[in-house]
């Protein structure tokens, strides 16, 4: 590896000697110069590099804000819009269905209407038909009336006489059809009426010779007749009010039906609008939704390859600047050692005068034709050269110290090169190939893990939430029922509390009673046992006073009753006081009844909630338990996901290097690899003395570049 590497440099060293033909020393200072030019031109890249790189990073930091905060901002206008949608959507389901609602009061309205106009025309129409009928009949009766009165009458012959009854009779058993079932006549009228129509001229005749000039008998049909004719008369005038009554019924329900209509028509009308107005806001909410998801989308997209592509690039960018100070410590290193006095005495030692002809030619023998060897020893230097590969430059050292016109082993070795430089091609793209789908495999498999691990947490966050909530509320629930329970022990120590005040007060209202009666008893016994001084009778003392006597001092005493109107007022006060102490005694015991229906009631209600608050909490406890066991059973899956997760992600680790390598250094080793090929083709082109393009053409080399 130290010789392939001194013959590089050497071939370094001849190509610039033969650009600067004119230049003078030895090879190894011409070597340091080279060196320390290609030492200055990577530091100038490196800096060149750097600046390019941080314009480069400042634009991936700008660019990723950007697109971070515009991702945020569309996410909380999707939620926006999402939920005005649902709002619209619940505005158009509640208006469409109000106009069904109103559709079908709608129709119902119409067809009632319709339904009412029917009935009102077919009651017309049978009043118009009855009426017509009723005339008519009443018309009839109005003629037969008329003929009867004339009949007996002299001036017209028998003939036309009887020709006019005929008539009258045909007219009489026409009412006589159309004479209502309740106002029938009686036998004897309708047996007058039938004999009158069975023969008028018959009858006519019987009775004709009775009277010359009139006919009993006439008067009695002529009354039956105008009885007919009043009650036709009157049925048609009751059925003719009956008539309007209807008509006005009908035109007011029109009128309402109308309105009614003329209400739900414009509700309806209203209804329409906001629902169409509802949906196409609906439509653009909906629309602005789309157009949002499809930006945030696209934002998501551009966020997530330009991340990729700057952490590509910051890793790419790490990995050159490493191979830039290794290079120029390398560079440094070749620099220091070649520069020190001990090397240039040994290569002077070393390089005799005029062996520096070996590695610097130069082109003084321009003008002469130069050898197939020659050309393929420089055309491999060349590529040599300007891909830096070691292993040209070590063929076309053996191409250089191989016999004149012998190159057998020489080509041998460049076909063994190329089918070399094919299986590194063909294994870089596999190894390329390889893991990009393997990266790509495991990220995708690895985010799958970090959002179920997302979904796990706020699912657990959620679970504790609800935990909180449920011992918050268990909590509160414990205290109610110590309350609670506190109130019943308090409502029971006041029951029996008023109790006993209840049992006191009787005890205590009865014996005050009791007092009171005695009192009462005993000052009435004693006006009892003394009446008033009126009632007895008193006996006149005479007095005979003598001269030296004196008269008697008044010793008049006071009836034993002067006090009694006093005593009945106090009596009377007592008998209310006894009267209020009973219907207290009373009002007691009702009261004490009422107060013990009170508690029992307020005992059983608070029982009530107690029982109530312990099926609360035992529910509480279980959904406690099921919470805890949610927890624990989301926990152990996360915990899965997590450990899923880190070895997706060691994985990754794993590969990460090699891959980044490949992935960074595949288009300038391919490049490269191109380079060789096209400098072993046209080396061995010059040994076989043929055209480049010739084998170029013949070969397989281009197509299986060109192909990858």
């Known amino acids: 590896m130290r010789v392939a590497a001194l013959v590089c440099l050497s071939l370094w060293a001849s190509s610039s000697a033969r650009e600067e033909p004119k230049e003078e020393g030895s090879p190894v200072g011409k070597v340091v110069t080279l060196l320390e030019e290609l030492k200055s031109g990577i530091e100038s890249d490196g800096i060149a590099e750097q600046k390019v790189f941080d314009t480069y990073a400042c ?44 559709s079908k009061e709608i129709a119902q309205n119409e067809d009632g209407q319709k339904r009412a106009t029917t009935i009102r025309q077919k009651q017309n ?29 002299k001036g017209a012959s028998l003939i036309e006489r009887k020709g006019v009854l005929a008539q009258t009779a045909v007219h009489i058993k026409k009412a006589l059809d159309n004479l209502p079932g309740d106002d029938s006549l009686t036998p004897k009228q309708l047996k007058a009426v039938g004999a009158f129509i069975a023969d008028p001229a018959e009858y006519y005749d019987q009775k004709a010779e009775k009277a010359a000039s009139y006919n009993p008998a006439s008067t009695t049909i002529i009354g039956i007749l105008k009885d007919m004719y009043e009650q036709f008369s ?56 789309d157009d949002v998801s499809k930006q945030m989308k696209s934002d998501a997209l551009f966020f997530s390859e330009t991340k990729a592509a700057c952490g590509q690039k910051a890793d790419e960018w790490a990995e050159r600047s490493r191979a830039r100070t290794e290079e120029l410590a390398g560079i440094s290193k070749a620099l220091e050692i070649l520069s020190s006095d001990a090397a240039k005495e040994q290569f002077s030692k070393a390089i005799k005068p005029g062996m520096e002809k070996t590695f610097l030619q130069t082109d003084q023998k321009i003008n002469v034709v130069k050898k197939p060897q020659e050309k393929a020893f420089d055309a491999l230097t060349s590529k ?66 970090e959002y179920k691990i997302d979904k796990s947490e706020a699912k657990i966050k959620k679970l504790q939430s609800q935990l909180e909530e449920l011992e918050d509320l268990l909590a509160k629930t414990n205290e109610e029922i110590e309350t609670t329970l506190g109130e019943i022990k308090q409502m029971e120590d006041d029951r029996v509390a008023e109790h006993e005040s209840f049992e006191e007060a009787q005890v205590a209202d009865k014996k005050a009673i009791k007092l009171l009666e005695e009192a009462i008893d005993s000052m009435s016994a004693f006006y ?42 106090v ?82 680790t794993e590969i990460k ?30 040994l076989l003395s043929s055209k480049p393009m010739d084998l170029l053409q013949k070969g397989a080399t281009p197509s299986f570049l060109q192909r990858h």
């Open 657 to 686: 290097p090699d891959c980044d390598w490949i992935l960074s250094e595949f288009s300038d080793r391919r490049f490269k690899r191109g380079q060789e090929m096209e400098g072993l083709v046209e080396a061995k082109a010059m």
């Open 528 to 569: 009892r046992n003394n009446p008033p001084a009126a009632l007895i009778e008193k006996k006149a003392w005479t007095s005979v006073f003598g001269p030296d006597d004196k008269p008697a001092p008044d010793a008049t005493l006071s009836d034993a009753n002067k006090s009694k109107g006093e005593a009945k007022g």
């Open 234 to 289: 009157s049925n048609l005038e009751k059925q003719t009010m009956d008539e309007a009554d209807r008509q006005q019924n009908f035109e007011a329900v029109i009128a309402v039906k109308e309105k009614e209509l003329a209400t739900l028509t414009a509700t309806k009308v209203q209804k329409e609008a906001e629902k169409a107005e509802a949906e196409q806001m609906c439509a653009d909410a909906s629309q602005e939704l």
């Open 384 to 449: 040599a050269k300007e891909v830096k590969s070691l292993r040209l430059a070590s063929l076309a050292a053996k191409i250089q110290q191989s016999s004149t016109g012998h190159f057998d082993t020489v080509v041998e070795e460049v076909d063994r090169m190329i089918g070399v430089l094919k299986k590194e091609e063909e294994d870089d793209i596999n190894h390329r190939d390889w893991c990009k789908e393997e990266t790509f495999k495991n990220e995708q498999e690895a985010s799958r893990y």
């Open 571 to 652: 009596l009377g006060i007592m008998e209310m006081l006894k009267e209020d102490l009973e219907a207290e005694v009373k009002n007691g015991v009702k009261n004490e009844k009422e107060a013990q229906t009170d508690h029992e009631e307020a005992m059983a209600t608070a029982a009530r909630v107690v029982k109530t608050l312990n099926d609360k909490k035992t529910n509480l406890k279980q959904e406690i338990s099921q919470t805890n066991t949610e927890i624990d059973e989301t926990t152990t899956i996360k915990e899965d996901f997590e450990v899923e997760l880190t070895n997706e992600k060691a994985y990754l």
């Open 59 to 102: 634009w991936c930091e700008e660019t990723t804000d950007k697109k971070s905060k515009a991702i945020v901002d569309a996410q909380k206008e999707m939620k926006r819009v999402g939920t005005m949608i649902l709002q619209l959507k619940g505005m158009v389901a509640v208006a469409d269905g109000e106009i069904k609602t109103l």
């Open 125 to 153: 129409e049978e009043f118009q038909a009855e009426k017509s009928e009723m005339e008519s009949t009443i018309g009839s009766l109005e003629k037969g009336i008329m003929v009867l009165k004339g009949a007996g009458t």
